[in-house]
């Protein structure tokens, strides 16, 4: 299965975070909620596993986002399409959020692939907008642990 995937990452409290050579220095991330915009075409399964899990090599920037005691992943929508939209929803969902600049995108042009928002219900509808904006079906998380254990 390939596709591009949001998280919403929930930041219990503020935390300071080194983001590799991003944010060497430690980058204050805000109490609120993050949507973080990412593809994988290879296996989405494996990656977001991979994302979900406390058992991993830092590797991109979201990696160390995720060791934050005050963080967790509270929901993830996706699609299941060979399609990079990755660009795409980042420009949609940063219309109503804060970009953090430079975060997930040193492989194409976009300001970011992370958004902050104050509120979960603000992040989340700005998500379902991004992909209905753009025409496209997704899937929540509880579906994705319905075909996760499917798949072995």
Do not use: Q
């Amino acid at each position: 299965m390939k596709g591009t995937y949001c998280l919403i990452i929930s930041m219990k409290k503020s935390d300071k975070i080194k983001i590799g050579n991003l944010y060497p220095e430690a980058y204050k991330f805000k109490k609120g909620y993050y949507v973080y915009i990412g593809s994988a075409m290879n296996s989405l399964i494996s990656r977001l596993n991979r994302h979900l899990s406390d058992d991993k090599k830092m590797h991109w920037h979201i990696d160390y986002l995720l060791t934050s005691e005050y963080s967790e992943i509270r929901e993830i929508l996706f699609t299941d399409s060979e399609k990079r939209i990755e660009c795409d929803l980042a420009n949609e969902i940063a219309e109503d959020g804060l970009e953090i600049e430079g975060f997930g995108c040193s492989d194409c042009n976009c300001n970011s692939h992370l958004i902050f928002f104050n509120r979960k219900r603000d992040a989340l509808r700005r998500v379902k907008d991004a992909y209905e904006s753009l025409g496209i079906e997704y899937y929540d998380l509880k579906y994705f642990r319905t075909i996760d254990n499917k798949k072995d």
